[in-house]
């Protein structure tokens, strides 16, 4: 089964002054199977950030439906809904969305903390982590003590501890120097390959040719969609690059 199913997804909203309607999404429907790792990309306003809140359950859609793990987002309560979410979803974002006033283990128990998680279990799941991502040593500074590229680890670890059946990322090697996006992608690609499951926004062609499949968003809808297959990283650059250059010029519908 599914882990993410998108069924004729839409979204219009409606300006404040003038009251003119804007449709950021219309019928997109694609699904993501557990262990995939799917990008999406699109020009700003393709409606990438749009769809990614609404699978988040930030935002909820005018029509359509988004089902995790078989359940509908639509159909949970908002006194649940958090809860689920921080159950089921873990998430990394551009400017990592830490708190200054705690210490990076702070920062990525905090998940585990609001679930009610008891102190032996937090720090069974702690150190695990800490030592496959390369921030043990930084455990006690603070997020204005240590690198971007630190930072985005302490994200990605704060994602990963609730065991999340999806991890969705939203532009996460945008902040980042050359450097410190390769070493993401790469320990993205390695929690990849542990089985977990990731969907990922993003405008980096180098970002999205390391997914297995590329989703194209286009005036709100699904344009078209790459599969990596036998294909090198290098090889799925050359076709997301040259993907891109119709989607910008414009064309057809390949969905």
């Known amino acids: 089964m599914a882990v993410l199913e ?3 997804l839409r979204k ?3 300006t404040r002054f003038v009251g003119n309607q804007v449709q950021a999404l219309r019928k997109v429907s694609f ?3 557990p262990g995939e790792f799917v990008a999406i990309m699109g020009e ?3 409606g990438k950030t749009t769809l990614l809140n609404i699978l988040a359950a930030l935002d909820k859609p005018t029509g359509g439906e988004v089902k995790l793990n ?3 987002l639509q159909a949970i309560g908002d006194r649940e809904l958090s809860a689920f979410r921080r159950e089921n979803l873990g998430f990394v974002f551009q400017d990592f969305h830490l708190l200054d006033t705690f210490s990076v283990r702070d920062n990525i128990l905090l998940p585990l903390v609001l679930s009610g998680c008891n102190y032996h279990q937090m720090e069974e799941r702690l150190y695990p982590i800490a030592d496959k991502l390369g921030i043990r040593e930084i455990l006690e500074k603070f997020p204005y003590e240590v690198s971007g590229g630190q930072k985005q680890r302490t994200a990605v670890a704060r994602a990963l501890i609730t065991r999340p059946k999806i991890i969705l990322a939203d532009e996460p090697t945008g902040a980042l120097d050359s450097r410190a996006a390769d070493s993401l992608l790469k320990l993205f690609a390695d929690i ?3 089985g977990q499951t990731i969907l990922m926004v993003t405008h980096s062609i ?3 040719s390391t997914a297995m499949r590329v989703l194209f968003i286009k005036d709100g809808e699904v344009f078209h969609q790459l599969y990596k297959g036998n294909m090198s990283s290098e090889e799925m650059y050359e076709k997301i690059s040259g993907t891109l250059t119709v989607l910008t010029k414009g064309g057809e519908h390949h969905a």
């Open 192 to 194: 990849h390959a542990e």
């Open 12 to 14: 219009v909203y409606t």
């Open 206 to 208: 180098k970002a999205a």
């Open 44 to 46: 700003s306003g393709s």
């Open 31 to 33: 699904s993501v199977e």
């Open 70 to 72: 078989g359940r509908s």
């Open 6 to 8: 998108v069924n004729q």
